[in-house]
């Protein structure tokens, strides 16, 4: 089974991009604003997505849920799977916020 990865950004240097295991997190705080994930017994958290990111745009109010559906699906995915996945929170093509999933092969591409 592969592993599952989210991009997020480091909220203690906003330019860096980290990629995050998702199956380290077990904290998320939401607002219209941005995400926040991390573990309960940790004060390290990461930024998963913040609205300035794109344009400024503010999250929808079910964004955090659309993450774990996002990742229910992902993980399906991942079983069969050789190549790690990962999620990115993105605009589609109308501009709305969503969650997509690639490998990192695609990524690479």
């Not at 999250?59 to 190549?83: C, G, I, N, W």
């Amino acid at each position: 089974m592969a592993n599952i990865w989210v991009q997020a950004i480091n909220p203690r240097r906003p330019d860096t991009l980290i990629l995050v295991r998702t199956d380290t997190i077990t904290q998320l705080s939401v607002n219209d604003v941005r995400i926040f994930a991390s573990r309960v017994e940790s004060n390290d958290a990461v930024l998963l997505v913040h609205r300035d990111t794109e344009g400024g745009k503010p999250l929808p109010e079910d964004f955090h849920m659309s993450y774990l559906v996002t990742m229910a699906k992902a993980r399906e995915q991942a079983r069969d799977s050789v190549d790690d996945l990962i999620l990115l929170a993105d605009r589609d093509d109308n501009g709305n916020w969503d969650w997509s999933i690639f490998t990192a092969s695609e990524l690479l591409a």
